[in-house]
């Protein structure tokens, strides 16, 4: 069985650029959820895909937009990325879309200069 | 609004000594409680739920409604439990919130 799967795992930017960042969720699993952790604090929930629709949002602005395709992955893209944007970006799948049992990747890292 | 609270950024205690890591949370409804855990160099992983009951490395959590708690709790800490334990809150229908995180070091 394959976890879940994180691309790339560094990657440093400058203000103004765009992201993406993709996650390939484990054998099994409908539903994708990304979350920004920043330094010292705990996972910020950005949203959720379940089917390929988006299922729940956060406080999050509308430059961080997603996709989650029919094998289930997912992609998080950030336009205009702003230095506060400098955080680790961690997906997580799921058997639901109502469940609190989440299996996380090992997070991509991005750095805004 | 979910909300939850770890009052303890760092908590270090000797092996062989009980470990308690608190979290507080804030939610109107019936809540459904998780600890997760990451250990150095390795990804957030679930520890345990409250619905379970179950026991796992050692470490046991019971939601106390009254006082909007679910403290994780340890009889015995060992060198191997040191790591970041975090607390989340889901109500089934939202996602999950997490707390700031706990970071418990074990002293040899």
């Known amino acids: 069985e394959t976890g879940v799967t994180q691309s790339p795992t560094h990657l440093i930017k400058t203000r103004g650029q765009q992201v993406t960042l993709r996650c390939s969720s484990q054998s099994g699993h409908n539903t994708v959820s990304w979350y920004q952790q920043a330094l010292g604090q705990g996972p910020q929930f950005i949203f959720q895909?379940?089917?390929?629709?988006?299922?729940g949002r956060g406080n999050f602005p509308p430059r961080f937009s997603g996709l989650q395709f029919p094998n289930y992955s997912s992609e998080l893209n950030v336009n205009a990325l702003e230095l506060d944007d400098s955080a680790l970006y961690l997906c997580?799948?799921?058997?639901?879309?109502?469940?609190?049992?989440?299996?996380f990747g090992e997070g991509s890292r991005l750095t805004v200069l | 609004a979910q909300r939850v609270t770890q009052p303890e950024k760092l908590l270090s205690v000797f092996k062989g000594a009980p470990v308690e890591l608190k979290c507080n949370y804030s939610y109107s409804g019936s809540p459904e409680l998780f600890w997760y855990v990451q250990y150095s160099r390795q990804r957030l992983q679930l520890l345990l739920r409250h619905i379970s009951r179950e026991s796992i490395k050692g470490f046991t959590a019971d939601l106390n409604k009254g006082e909007t708690s679910f403290h994780l709790k340890k009889p015995f800490a060992q060198e191997e439990d040191s790591a970041m334990y975090y607390c989340?809150?889901?109500?089934?229908?939202?996602?999950?919130?997490f707390g700031k995180g706990t970071r418990l070091s074990v002293i040899a």
């Open positions: 895909y379940y089917r390929e629709e988006e299922n």
């Open positions: 997580a799948s799921s058997l639901s879309s109502h469940t609190g049992e989440l299996f």
């Open positions: 989340a809150l889901t109500s089934g229908n939202t996602p999950l919130v």
